[in-house]
Nanobody, 113 residues
Framework: QVQLVESGGGVVQPGDSLRLSCAAS????????LGWYRQAPGKQREMVAM???????TYGRSVEGRFTISRDNAKKEVNLIMTSLKPDDTAVYYC???????WGQGTQVIVSS
């Protein structure tokens, strides 16, 4: 069983940066792809960033160039550095593992002036 716990959300102003972290527990995590999705009010959940077990990354079009995903297998963490935040980035951000098999509870990010 894999458990994921997100942290780092909050309220920031446009242009600010924020770091989200996801602490994972369970076995076999180093073999899993890890990533982040987000869901804004009234919208479908969308992929933000994914990182494979060997470190290959994929980003959603709306965040590419502004967000950076990384993983630390020893610490069982996946992190998301978000820069140049925009109001459209406001959403609940979810950590996921194994291509959507496991999900965290989410952390709220609000970008507002």
């Amino acid at each position: 069983q894999v458990q994921l716990v997100e942290s780092g959300g909050g309220v920031v102003q446009p242009g600010d940066s924020l770091r989200l972290s996801c602490a994972a527990s369970g076995s076999g995590l180093s073999a899993f792809s890890l990533g982040w999705y987000r869901q804004a009010p009234g919208k479908q959940r969308e992929m933000v960033a994914m990182i494979t077990s060997d470190g290959a990354t994929t980003y959603g079009r709306s965040v590419e160039g502004r967000f950076t995903i990384s993983r630390d297998n020893a610490k069982k963490e996946v992190n998301l550095i978000m820069t140049s935040l925009k109001p459209d980035d406001t959403a609940v951000y979810y950590c996921t593992a194994a291509w959507g098999i496991y999900w965290g509870q989410g952390t709220q990010v609000i970008v507002s002036s």
